[in-house]
Every structure is written in structure tokens, then in C-alpha cells.
């Protein structure tokens, strides 16, 4: 089975511009603020706190002129038109949950995956330098536990990142959805 690492195609699409002081500058002032500022690191669903963000896209490359239907925010989250969570959502709705945001005065709706992918123990090796964990050397899911789920994350990989099967890539490719890219590199951090 092909995993994926989901990534933002940011070379050729435009980028959700929301930062860590927009967060703190929409809430309110009883809101728990580490919990809006981490959430896309971690699975607990959030949706009956959920604020709805007012941000914009802005361009992280100079050719990126177009909105994508698609994309992705801080590296766990899904950002997506109203018609692309028509079409994706009986499909992610068992792995996490959608959050309303405006962006530029218009609705589109974030994808807060709250899915772990279990990792296989024997194939999923940690990095050391001189001694210090810095990150993973080589990642495998077990496909056993992944076979059913659409998108997931890893935690041993922090949840920072957004992993998907082939039914997810086949869909978003099926209904033309742009915006991302599907690596097989799990572990790439690069946009090729």
C-alpha cells in the first residue's frame, strides 16, 4: 500500500496567512490560548471551542497567483473550499473534524485530523546527533491499521505532518481538487 505525505503546493498555489498572533488577537480573553495555538499537533478534537478565524492567503512564491481548493496549514491541517468538503468529507469525517474560517471575506473550512496511523515499531528508526533525538530516519505505517483510514498523522513524528493512503491522492485527483502534492518520501520536507 503507497502512503504519501500530504504537502502544500505553495510553489504554484497561494498560502493560509493566519499566525500564532491572529490566533491570540480573535479569541477571547477566558479562551485557553495553548490550546488554539497547538491543536494541529494534537488529536484532541477542538470543534466545540472553535473560533472562526478571519485571515487571507497570501503568496509564500512569487508564480503562486491561484487559490487552491486545497491546501495545507501548519503541516497537520487541511485548509479546503466549501466544494472541496463536499466532496471529501463522508471520507475524512471518520479521521477528524472541520472547522469553519474565513479567508478574504469568504468561507472555507479547515480539516483538524484527529487519526493517529500506527507506526510499524520494527521499521520506524529514530535520528540521533551525538546522542540528542532530532527527528525519525526512516518511517513505515502498518498497513493493517492504515488500510481503512483516509488521511492520518504520526506521533512519533510530533503529528506535524499529514499522511495519507492512495483513496485520498485518487480523490482529490477524481474531482481535479489542487492544491497539493502527494510525496512518497514520508519524510521529505522539501516541495519537489
Known sequence: MTVYQVKGDTLRYQAVHL?????????????????????????????????????????????????????????????????????LEESLTPCGEFLPITIDNSPYYFFHCTTYGKEDPELTLNEYSDGTLIGLKHLVFLESDIASKTVFLSERSRSSIIYCTNSFKTLC?????????????LLNPFIE
Open 19 to 87: 499566525t500564532p498572533m491572529d490566533i491570540m488577537d480573535q479569541i477571547s480573553d477566558d479562551a485557553d490560548e495553548m490550546t488554539y495555538l497547538r491543536f494541529p499537533m494534537r488529536i484532541t478534537p477542538i470543534k466545540d471551542i472553535w473560533v472562526n478565524f478571519k485571515t487571507s492567503f497570501y503568496k509564500e512564491s512569487p508564480k503562486a497567483d491561484d487559490l487552491p481548493d486545497v491546501m495545507i496549514w501548519l503541516g497537520g491541517v487541511l485548509c479546503m473550499t466549501p466544494k472541496a468538503k463536499s466532496l
Open 173 to 185: 485527483e477524481t474531482h481535479d481538487l489542487k492544491g497539493l502534492i502527494f510525496d512518497e518520501k
